[in-house]
């Protein structure tokens, strides 16, 4: 079955260590891949989005992912949180032979300590 | 900035009664979304409307749920009768209905079944 792993459930950092979440997808084909954030009492935004190109995209707020087709990955990483980030991190895919629907990893909490 | 808004936020009912969700996708945007998102997953695919046509909801249960997006703009999630498991927020998204999959996620509507 399709689906999206996030190998993270929970991560507690100190302000300014460095951050990676992983994403993987079992999808074939072309994909679009994206990264959305949850902070807490808000909704999901959009906080980076991959469709082609530069395989290195860079988002809102210092993020940025690495699409790796070998590896179907979609890693977020940021060098240096900040306590603002604490936040819930999803990553999804749009397989475009599954119909332009999004499909959501189980999510990765992030807290950060001041 | 335009938004999805949804309504109620908080919804709180006793299982076997009848509960109705409403969403306003942004103007113009011809594809919906309800998602469902259980305490520590992610979202889950309900159902996609193309403008007042379903798409897909393989995910709908449908011996209680059921969905209209009667004019094409705005839509109705229903659920009757409840159940305990039916506890969840309810996320409605949309997109202009390109094929790029970006969804624009309204805050959710919270769904307390005691």
């Known amino acids: 079955a399709q689906s999206v792993s996030q190998h993270n459930h929970h991560v507690i950092l100190s302000e300014a260590a460095s951050l990676e979440l992983g994403c993987n997808y079992s999808?074939?084909?072309?994909?679009?891949l994206f990264w959305y954030v949850q902070y807490p009492g808000q909704h999901l935004q959009l906080l980076l989005k991959?469709?082609?190109?530069?395989?290195l995209v860079k988002g809102i707020k210092g993020f940025e992912a690495e699409f790796i087709k070998s590896k179907f990955s979609f890693n977020l990483r940021k060098p240096s949180v900040q306590w603002s980030d604490t936040a819930e991190y999803f990553c999804?895919?749009?397989?475009?032979?599954?119909?332009?629907?999004?499909?959501f990893g189980a999510g990765t909490i992030l807290r950060v300590k001041s | 900035e335009a938004e999805v808004a949804q309504s109620p936020r908080y919804k709180i009912t006793e299982k076997s009664q009848a509960v109705a969700f409403w969403c306003d996708p942004i103007?113009?945007?011809?594809?919906l979304y309800w998602y469902r998102q259980i305490l520590g997953q992610g979202p889950e695919l309900l159902v996609q409307?193309?403008?007042?046509?379903?798409?897909?909801d393989s995910q709908l249960p449908k011996d209680r749920f059921s969905a209209e997006r009667l004019k094409g703009v705005d839509s109705t999630l229903k659920i009757q009768p409840a159940e305990l498991g039916d506890s969840a927020m309810y996320l409605c998204?949309?997109?202009?209905?390109?094929?790029?999959?970006?969804?624009?996620f309204g805050e959710g509507s919270r769904l307390t079944v005691l």
């Open positions: 409307f193309q403008d007042e046509s379903v798409v897909d």
């Open positions: 103007s113009g945007h011809a594809t």
């Open positions: 991959y469709f082609s190109g530069d395989p």
């Open positions: 999808y074939g084909g072309t994909v679009n």
């Open positions: 998204a949309s997109n202009p209905g390109g094929a790029d999959g970006e969804l624009f």
């Open positions: 999804a895919v749009n397989a475009h032979l599954g119909g332009n629907k999004l499909v």
